[in-house]
Each structure stands twice: as C-alpha cells, then as structure tokens.
C-alpha cells in the first residue's frame, strides 16, 4: 500500500507527458481519509479507469446493527449505492474545467433493493466500486485536475456517502429495517400457504416512468375475510390481503385496477425503498409473468401437459412460435426452473390459453384455466386476470376488484378433472450460438432493462424479473460464464444458477462485481431460451 505522498509524486512526474503515463498510478494508496485502489487504468482519454474507494469501519463508524444480518447488509450496500451514485452526480456529473475528464460512475439504482455489486461491506471496511475518468488536456497528464478528482470530486463523494455521519439515522434504519420486514415476510409465505402478500394501504399504480407511485392514486384495501397480519422484526405486525397458493382469478369492471394489481404482485418478488407504495408487497421470489410473444423460438420444450403427446406435441422446436404456443412454452420454461407462482392477464394474453372457446370442446389445448388447480397442487400457483365466467368457475378463488379494493366472490366451483404434468429437463448445449461480433470473439452486452446482445442477436425478455440495468449487465456477463457450462451435463436450472453466482462473486482482481446487481437464475433462462440458435436436449 502507497502512500499519499507516493501519488501526488507520481502525478507531478507525469505531469504533462503523454496520457499512458497514467499507468504508473495503478497500485493501491492510503490517504487520509480512505484508501484508493486504482484497479485499471484506462488506455486513453475516451476510456474509463476502473476504481474502489475503501473505509476502514472504524473510520466509516456504521454501527453493528446496520448490517448484522445478510438482509441488512443488502440493504445498507443498497442504500450508499444510492447516495454514492446521487454525490457522484452532484460532484462529478461533468468533466473537471478545462480538461476532458473527471467523471464518476456506478449505475443509478431504481425502485428495488437488491445486491448491488458495486458496494462491499464487511466489518473491517465499507468500499465502493466505481469508474472515473482520469483527466487530460490535450491528450496529456493533467497531474492538478487528476489531484482534483481524486481528493476533492471523490474525498467529498466519499465523505457524504460512504460515512455514518453523513446520513439521516431515521433514514437510514427506515431503509434497513422495511428491507428486513420484506425479507421476513416472504419467508414467511410458503408457511403461511400464501404466493403473495399486499400490504393494506399500499400505493400500487405507478408513474410513467415507474420510479415513484402515481399521484393522488387510491391506496390498496381488501375485505376483513381475506386479512391476515404478519409479525415483522420490526415495528408493528404489517396487516394485507393473503393471496393463498393454489389457483386465483381476478375480476371485476374495465380500469379498476385488476392489471395493476398483477404488476404489482410480479414486482413484488425483489424489495422496494421506502416511499415506493409497494415496499410490503411481497411475492414468491420465483413468480414469472407470463404473456404472448409472438415469434419467439423454442428448442425442446416439454408442452404436453397443454397439448398431450397424442396431439403430436410432446417438446416444441421451432424458431419461430405461434402467439398461443408461445405462451406454453414460457410456462413450460418458467415451471423447468422453480417457478412457484405463474401471472397471466387476459390483455396480453390468447383468449384460448385462458378458457376454452365457444363449441371448441374438442380442442387439443388445455387451457390454463382448466389445468390451475392441479397446477396449484403440483406447488405452481396461477395468479390469472379474467373476466371468464368458465374461467372463474374453475378457480380456487375469486376476487374480486373495484377502486384498489378487493373482495371475495362467491362463485359456484366446478372441478376440471385435468392433472397436470411437470414438464421434462431440458439440457443446454451453447455449440450453436454465435457470441461474436466485429473483431471481439466472445460478446455480450445489456441493451436496455430486459434486452441483452448476444454476438449480433438483440434478445428481448419483456416479461423477466430484470428491473434494474445492473441485473441487466450481470445476466449478459453471466451469458458468458453459461457458454462454458452449456454442454449437456447440467440442467438449465443447474447452469443458470452456477452462472449468476459466479458472476456475482466478489473478485476484486476484475474489478469485483462492480455495475452488476444480482438477478434470478429464471431470468438468465429467459434470455437463453429465446435466442434462436439455443440448443437443448431432454434425455431419456
């Protein structure tokens, strides 16, 4: 570990002198205030130097009880992303005056609380992951704007993100301790006999750009009959609708809030900061949102539980897939890696997966309404927006909702005499996708919040658990990582899962997981399973 002093003195030598001088301050130094590892620096003045900023506990003072547990822990890390990346926008948004450089970078964090790879916290330390820009005019070392960033652009983003003091304690712990109540309350579900829990009072329709609840918006409530309330670390017990496991159908009139509900309910499988109307809506943290994707491919998909074998369609392979069809395949995809929970809404969805049509009794395809509550027995509930009276008649339950507010229906039940089948393992094999593109041999990289490029194919997930741009880019650097697992041995769940942990290990040789945030293994499995070169076998 350098010495301040040993920087400013290599900055000073360099001073002036072509911008691969940088590379002398690639080392780890202690200033006064924390200690800066400089990681990687980058080649020119259009590049990005990789960094970590890090506090010794002792110095950063967050006391004990603010990450004594994993689920404190991810949220603190959660919350001075958040301030970190606010300062980093406040102090360095733009380049130092005068040169072309002196920017900081984490991504913006969104409504979820989830491990976010850029920030570490152990009892020793506090460290930050980030990239900046090192400073030049032009086209050389700008030792003075370089001392600028590094003591005074980030000692001040340091100083107000990454010490106790800096922050509000009310704030703080009302971070931390709602984050531990959500993570209490979904392990507390499956106990219960729940797939979901909405929260009496909660906010669930959303702004346009869904980063805070709509205004004036009406909060949720439900009848006494489907209340149940839960005992929580902290605070009072947190009282809402129990959506029981098993098969439930929402209904009511046009615009009452029955689409927003199941939004809310699929979002509810990660955490949410306080403010956001829907921090104690909390799922099944392995719920899929099912809808038509017209187009899409398939490779081996085990759909005989929908169309039984005799119809001549035991595995579906085709690169290019009916709307209908589609819709089978991403349950039987869905199902294949755990899912618990599937959401369905009739707005986006084929009316004959739904309920079987009008003199269509003879019709190959079950619907999902006819096979809910056996689904619901085999463990994957089926939460479905409906207005079908057959529909409705076949479920567990019905709701009911009017205004954000939800009530039983009384409906006269009626048994399907379906069973459903868990559909077969499928096996991956990468051999057939081509990663490259333009001179880079192997690439992969997030386009948008559920778009990933793999080699020269976009490949969109409109409907994966991927609500962060950090989830994003892990899921594309873990396409990597799946390239080398993908050769028949291991189930797609077994990949995926061994693929996101490994990208989500902190390494901080390759810059740790910096910009990363942890997605599910089921939302890898989407994005591989819609590329049309994917390859899967089922073994005998």
């Known amino acids: 570990m350098a010495s301040e002093e040993i920087l400013h003195k290599t900055l000073r030598n360099a001073d002036g002198k072509p911008f691969a001088k940088y590379k002398g301050i690639t080392n780890n130094f202690t200033t006064e205030a924390f200690e800066l590892l400089v990681d990687e620096v980058q080649n020119d003045r259009a590049g990005h130097s990789r960094m970590r900023v890090r506090v010794p506990m002792k110095a950063a003072a967050f006391p004990e009880d603010t990450y004594s547990n994993e689920s404190r822990r991810t949220a603190l890390r959660d919350i001075i992303a958040r301030r970190f990346w606010e300062c980093a ?13 002196g920017e900081v970078y984490i991504p913006r964090p969104g409504q979820e609380v989830v491990e976010r790879g850029s920030v570490a916290v152990t ?4 460290e930050v992951s980030f990239t900046a820009d090192l400073p030049s005019s032009g086209g050389k070392v700008n030792a003075m704007a370089t001392e600028e960033l590094i003591f005074g652009r980030i000692g001040r983003i340091v100083a107000e993100s990454m010490m106790f003091r800096a922050y509000k304690q009310s704030k703080l712990y009302n971070h931390i301790q709602t984050a531990e109540n959500a993570d209490h309350i979904r392990a507390s579900l499956r106990d219960m006999g729940l797939a979901s829990f909405i929260a009496v009072g909660s906010i669930l329709p959303r702004r346009d750009d869904d980063l805070a609840p709509l205004t004036d918006a009406v909060p949720f409530d439900c009848d006494d009959s489907l209340k149940v309330s839960i005992e929580v670390p902290n605070g009072e ?5 129990g959506l029981p496991r098993g098969f439930t159908v929402i209904t009511g009139r046009s615009r009452c809030g029955k689409s927003v509900l199941a939004d809310a309910v699929f979002a509810g499988i990660h955490n949410h900061i306080p403010g956001d109307g829907r921090e104690y809506v909390v799922t099944d943290p392995t719920a899929v949102y099912v809808m038509a994707e017209s187009g899409r491919p398939s ?7 929908f169309m039984p074998s005799e119809a001549g369609s035991d595995s579906v392979n085709q690169p290019s897939v009916p709307s209908p069809m589609s819709e089978l395949v991403s349950m039987s995809e869905a199902v294949e890696m755990g899912c618990g929970l599937l959401v369905l809404d009739e707005e986006y969805s084929n009316p004959c997966v739904i309920r079987r049509g009008f003199l269509a009794e003879d019709d190959s395809l079950i619907p999902v309404s006819e096979l809910g509550s056996s689904m619901g027995e085999s463990g994957v509930s089926v939460l479905m927006v409906s207005g079908d009276r057959d529909a409705a008649s076949l479920a567990d339950l019905v709701l009911v909702m009017d205004g954000f507010r939800v009530s039983r229906a009384e409906v006269d039940h009626r048994a399907s005499g379906r069973t459903y089948q868990v559909p077969k393992t499928r096996y991956p094999v990468s ?21 990933v490029e793999i080699g020269e194919y976009k490949v969109n997930v409109p409907v994966s658990g991927l609500f962060d741009t950090a989830q994003t880019r892990a899921v594309a650097d ?13 189930s797609m769940a077994e990949v995926c899962k061994a693929a996101v942990d ?6 901080p040789e390759n810059g740790g997981s910096m910009h990363r945030a942890r997605p599910r293994p089921m939302d890898l499995a989407a994005v591989l399973n819609r590329h049309p070169q994917m390859l899967c076998i089922q073994k005998r």
């Open 237 to 241: 017990p947190v009282t809402g609708m």
């Open 89 to 101: 926008r406040t102090y360095a948004r733009s380049p130092i005056p005068k040169t072309d450089g």
């Open 123 to 126: 009892e020793h330390y506090v």
């Open 299 to 305: 490779d081996s998909v085990d759909v005989s539980a």
């Open 478 to 490: 873990a396409v990597l990582v799946a390239r080398e697992l993908m050769d028949g041995s291991r």
């Open 502 to 507: 490994a990208v989500m290990a902190y390494d």
């Open 431 to 451: 051999k057939n996708i081509v990663y490259e593109k333009g001179r880079k041999e192997v690439s992969a990289s997030a386009q948008g919040v559920r778009t």
